[in-house]
Structures are given as C-alpha cells and as structure tokens.
C-alpha cells in the first residue's frame, strides 16, 4: 500500500518526508485557500520536495475550462496529476486526459458505479471519500472494500485511493480492505506513529 500525505502544509510535508516513506500527496483548493498561498507556488515546492504524484485539482466546472486548467497544472511539474471531480465533465475530461497519457485522479466519489464510471473513463487514481460518508452515517470502508471487489473481477487498471481519513482506524481498515493508497493528514499521520505502551516501554 502506498502512503500519500493529504496536505498543502509544506513545513509538514518536508518533516514528514525525512522518513522516506511518503510516496506522493494529495492537495485541494480548499486545503491551498487555508494556507493563504498561491495556488501554482505551493505546488511547485511540493513537487521540489515529493518526487511521487502529486495531486492537483481543478476547480472550473465546464469540461473546455478543466482542460485548459489541467494544461496549466501539468505544466507545474512532471509529477503532477490532474484531479478531476466525479461529474459528467470530470469523466468525459477524465477520458480526454488518459488519451493524452495524463495521470488523472478522480474525486468525491461516494458510490461504487461512480467508481466504475471513473475507471471505464481510464483514471489513474480513483478518491472515494471514507470520513465524509462516515459523517453521513454510511459506512466509508464498506465502499472501499466493495470498489476493491469489483474492480477485481474485471481486472480494472485504476488505482483506490482512501481520502477523507480522519483517523488511525481508517488507515487500518483501508489497507484491510486493499485500497492501493491511503492519503492521510499529517495529524492523523503523526498519530499513527505514537503508542503509550511504546511510552512506556521506552
Ligand atoms: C483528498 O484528495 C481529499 O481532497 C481529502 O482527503 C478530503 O478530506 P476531507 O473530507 O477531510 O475534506
């Protein structure tokens, strides 16, 4: 399983990345907004530090205006991939981007035919969304363990990406339930490492 870092905090990034086992991050606007930054900065010195895929979302709606963003963002870095949001658009820009060999991950997905709509269109990275289905009282790793299954019969190349992580029992159960990555905050990162038997034992 790889280990994205969900964040734009890129004093965090760099911290967390002295392990060596951070594979790539996710970012979105909103995340970007908070840190009071701009937009193509921080993701030029997110890819500076993280060689992996790093995620970078669009934010128009029209299928024309997705493209001429993922132009943009492509251009930042070579690992940078376009994350598209799971509408009509996003899927038919989804399919247009994989034509033309970009990395894409296909967001805000809350149900399994979202998923398989995502991975017909030839994502790269499919995000479905475990805290805020959990927030809506349905069980978020049930999903994954379903898409998992799924994809399984019909060998679908697209990769499952546990977003929306809140906590260390997410990570648990994403990685049982097979998801290809897990993105995970760096609170919630930071809390995966620490034990108080550990404490204790030191
Ligand atoms: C990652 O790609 C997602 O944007 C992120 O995990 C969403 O997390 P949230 O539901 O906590 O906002």
Redesign the pocket.
């Known amino acids: 399983m790889k280990i994205f870092l969900?964040s734009t905090n890129i004093e965090e990034i760099r911290e967390i990345n002295k392990l060596g086992i951070i594979d790539g991050i996710?970012t979105?606007p909103s995340l970007i907004a908070k840190s009071g930054k701009g937009f193509n900065q921080i993701l030029k010195s997110i890819c500076k530090e993280v060689k992996g895929p790093v995620?970078a979302e669009v934010t128009a709606e029209s299928f024309e205006n997705m493209l001429s963003e993922a132009k943009i963002l492509s251009k930042i870095s070579k690992n940078i991939v376009i994350k598209l949001p799971l509408t009509f658009n996003g899927l038919k820009a989804c399919k247009h981007l994989t034509k033309k060999n970009y990395k894409t991950n296909v967001?805000l997905c809350f149900t399994v035919p979202q998923a398989i709509l995502a991975a017909k269109a030839g994502a790269t990275y499919i995000?479905p969304?475990i805290?805020?289905l959990d927030d809506a009282n349905v069980d978020g790793v049930q999903l994954i363990r379903e898409i998992k299954l799924i994809f399984s019969h019909y060998n679908y190349e697209t990769k499952i990406l546990a977003?929306?992580?809140?906590t260390k029992n997410h990570v648990t159960q994403s990685a049982l339930a097979g998801a290809d990555v897990v993105?995970i905050p760096p609170k919630v990162f930071s809390s995966l490492v620490n034990h108080n038997l550990t404490d204790k034992g030191l």
């Open positions: 969900d996710t979105n995620s967001t995000s969304f805290g805020r977003a929306s992580i809140r993105t």
